[in-house]
């Protein structure tokens, strides 16, 4: 799961209502808000379908025009402000929520309009790289307050012997989305000896924690607002903060996604252009403020940024893959005949044996082989499946 996060007022409802704004050939589909700040948004990529020259029949997702949209959760955190991990505002909310998040999108609001507790002020009056510096500090010193109590009392525990620090840790830390290789890598990355963490200093472990924090919650920035002219500066400068970018104007996508909706636009999430379909029926005040997202932001920056964070935060922070599995590799369906049925969005590094107990228990446990559609050829269970793979899963039947 992803989370939205950031103070009040910089656009993460706007950037969370317009990614899980679905698209309207989804309406018959079961994807609906699952909490008022959880829901379902869209990864995009290409579909296979062209590439195999077949018309596809999605269940587990959607294919409009060749695109493939595949659902993934969203949580809109609540605003964050100064002071957070010691509980001020809505802190333990947000804390609470970002405990779930594996990848996070810091909705920044680039034309500093808003000072650090999100109130309104004069545009560019309120400098945006603060905002991402404070959300860092918020998160470290969380996690510090988590573990601070008990850390001497853990560090002799882990040189004592039975248990390592990491298995120590990975307890300690479960529930926050943070795995034992997040821990293993942070230790590495921070230049810790785990094996004698009793020397390591408070400073040390602030260290350590502060890796981790990169590592268990990567985070791209959203660069939102960028309507407003003082953004596209703050953007540039945000860049050279060691974090991917993306400019975002999460209003227009939202404007576009319900144009969409009312069928008044050809658009799909991610698109850099769109359609007008019935120009005779909006009115003059909605013409012009369609005309404005075309070529103030579509033809300027590409795209509204929406999609292409969700993007980005599933294909680069979490470095997922999609794979498409179907039961007869010939036909590319599954067993009632639908092609191409279902997308899985899986981290890079599965493997084929993976991917059938991702499907199903029973597939994984009677796994014989898996045939790979592209060259119809057999590979074996631990083979690493690459992005856009299609698999058949060749199994035993278990007997009863
Ligand atoms: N100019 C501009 N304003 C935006 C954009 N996205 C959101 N806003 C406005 O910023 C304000 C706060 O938005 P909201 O999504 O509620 O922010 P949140 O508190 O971070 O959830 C609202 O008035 C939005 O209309 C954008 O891309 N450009
Ligand atoms: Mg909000």
């Given at each position: 799961m992803v989370g939205i996060v950031?103070?009040?007022?910089?656009g993460k409802s706007t950037f969370f209502c317009a990614s899980t704004l679905a698209p309207a050939e989804i309406a018959n589909y079961p994807f609906t808000t699952i909490k008022p700040n959880r829901g379902i948004g869209y990864i995009r990529t290409p579909c296979v379908c062209k590439e195999f020259n077949v018309k596809d029949n999605p269940k587990n997702s959607l294919c409009l025009n060749g695109t493939r949209l595949i659902p993934v959760e969203l949580i809109d955190c609540a605003g964050l402000v100064p002071g957070a991990w010691q509980g001020r505002g809505l802190g333990n909310q947000f804390l609470d929520e970002i405990r779930?998040?594996?990848?996070?999108?810091?909705?920044?609001d680039a034309a500093g309009a808003t000072d650090s507790e999100g109130k309104l002020v004069k545009p560019g009056a309120h400098d945006p790289l603060e905002d991402v510096r404070f959300l860092e500090v918020e998160i470290t010193m969380w996690l510090a307050q988590i573990l601070k109590r008990d850390w001497p009392k853990l560090a002799k525990t882990a040189e004592s012997?039975?248990?390592d620090l990491y298995a120590l840790l990975e307890e300690r830390l479960s529930g926050l989305s943070i795995k034992r290789g997040h821990i293993f890598e942070a230790a590495r990355k921070a230049g810790l000896n785990a094996e004698k963490?009793?020397?390591?200093s408070e400073d040390d472990l602030i260290k350590f924690l502060d890796t981790l924090r990169r590592v268990a919650k990567p985070m791209l920035i959203a660069g939102n607002k960028i309507d407003l002219e003082t953004a596209e500066q703050n953007i540039e400068r945000l860049k050279t903060l060691n974090y991917q970018v993306i400019s975002c104007c999460a209003e227009a996508e939202l404007a576009l996604r319900r144009a969409t909706e009312k069928g008044w636009i050809d658009y799909k999430p991610g698109d850099c252009n769109f359609n007008t379909l019935k120009p005779e029926g909006l009115t003059e005040a909605q013409k012009n403020a369609l005309q404005i997202i075309k070529e103030k932001i579509l033809q300027k920056f590409g795209t509204t940024g929406v999609q292409e964070a969700i993007n980005t935060a599933y294909f680069k922070l979490l470095n997922m893959i999609v794979v498409y599995p179907v039961e007869d590799v010939e036909k590319l369906a599954d067993h009632k005949g639908n092609v191409l049925p279902d997308a899985y969005v899986v981290p890079y590094g599965t493997t084929a044996r993976q991917l059938a107990y991702i499907i199903h228990t029973e597939l994984g446990e009677c796994f014989i082989c898996a045939i790979d559609a592209r060259g119809k050829r057999r590979i074996g269970e631990n083979q690493v499946l690459k992005d856009r793979d299609v698999i058949s899963i060749v199994s035993a039947k278990k007997r009863a």
């Open positions: 950031g103070k009040p007022n910089t779930k998040a594996d990848a996070l999108v810091h909705v920044v012997g039975t248990t963490p009793t020397a390591w």
